[in-house]
């Protein structure tokens, strides 16, 4: 007797042999799947991604510009080594203020394709973790209640500092 199972519904054929491209919600997700990434709004509709907390000494690895303004989607650490091979590809530039330290600006998404973005994204997260100074390092290895508690602690201290050295109304 044949099984009288029902079939599972249909696969959609866009989802069979094809990877979605890229996007701004697709490199954030990606992003924050790597260790000890923290994301931050900044400099009006950017998403600034970290390789730990600022507070205990983390450091900015990639721009995701939200804005839509016609300028690159996306800012990242190219590094010395790569960054003069990234510049020769079409819609890859020096990144506006950033490429003194070898950042780079990607015009569109289409750039790459959703792998090489991944391969792209976790060496600018690998170069800037790499970079960390052994106090921040240590920060990051400490349990997560730990952490917390160190980054709170750091970001009240920077509070009263800049409280501090505001000039008093009278």
């Known amino acids: 007797m044949p099984d009288q199972r029902p ?7 866009n989802s069979i042999a094809y990877t979605a ?8 997700t990606f992003l924050l799947t790597l260790p000890h ?9 950017n998403l ?5 907390d600022k507070a205990i000494g983390g450091k900015m690895f990639v721009l995701l510009n939200l804005d839509g303004d016609g300028k690159a989607v996306l800012s990242y650490a190219a590094g ?7 510049v020769e590809i079409e819609g890859v530039s020096p990144a506006p203020y950033f490429a003194r ?15 090489q973005w991944e391969q ?16 921040t390092r240590s920060a990051l290895a400490l349990p997560a209640k730990e952490q ?16 501090k050295s505001k000039p008093q109304e009278s």
């Open 120 to 135: 792209e994204l976790h060496a600018a997260y690998t170069l800037t973790f790499d970079k960390l100074p052994p106090k």
């Open 7 to 13: 079939l599972p519904p249909a696969t959609p054929l």
């Open 101 to 115: 330290i070898y950042w780079v600006a990607v015009q569109r998404w289409d750039v790459f394709r959703p792998k």
């Open 21 to 28: 491209a890229m996007d701004a919600e697709r490199s954030r």
């Open 48 to 52: 600034v991604f970290w390789t730990g």
């Open 148 to 163: 917390a508690k160190l980054i709170a602690e750091r970001r009240q201290q920077r509070k009263a500092k800049t409280e």
């Open 37 to 45: 990434v923290v994301e931050t709004m900044q400099w009006g509709d």
């Open 80 to 86: 010395p080594e790569r960054f003069a091979e990234l």
